[in-house]
């Protein structure tokens, strides 16, 4: 671990079930979920409120049907920076982190890339507006490399906790 790293949080048996339950279905009440976990729900409740405050819950979201919304195309965008300075890297984070239309991002290596993006738009015509309007236009995108998502095989924001002890 590198020195800006926080300690990993400790959590025992029961407070894997609870996160695994609620990477499942994070709109259960403290009732239901107590149930599912085994705990009365004050017990429960005093569990995940500790989990919220240590950091491991970070956030609840809801997951929406992105075709039932008229969003039919996924791409993953692999981005080459002309310089690698951190001046450069902040700026595109910045900017890029104003696009609604990228759901990921991430500061790659291994590939002749830089940065890997998941963009959701809802057809070729957008995408291609926003490449040409946002992606290019950002300081220092060298080069772009397009790919779409034919099928999703595997969906899911569940963390592996069979990991955790």
């Not at 149930?35 to 989990?51: H, I």
């Amino acid at each position: 671990m590198s020195g800006n790293d926080k300690a990993l949080a400790k959590i025992d048996k029961t407070d894997r079930k609870i996160l695994e339950q609620l990477q499942k279905n994070g709109s259960l009440t403290n009732q239901q979920l107590a149930e599912k976990v085994g705990l009365s729900p004050s017990p429960c409740l005093r569990r995940v409120r500790s989990l919220e405050e240590a950091g491991i819950i970070v956030r609840t979201a809801t997951i929406l049907d992105h075709k039932k919304l008229g969003l039919s195309l996924t791409a993953i965008i692999l981005i080459g920076m002309d310089r690698h300075t951190p001046e450069r890297f902040a700026d595109f984070e910045e900017q890029i982190s104003n696009y609604p239309e990228v759901q990921e991002c991430y500061l790659i290596t291994g590939q002749s890339a830089d940065y890997m993006l998941k963009v959701v738009v809802p057809d070729m015509d957008h995408y291609h507006q926003f490449l040409l309007n946002r992606i290019t236009r950002i300081p220092g995108v060298s080069g772009v490399h397009s790919s779409f998502v034919l099928r999703r095989v595997i969906d899911s924001t569940a963390l592996p906790l069979g990991y955790l002890s």
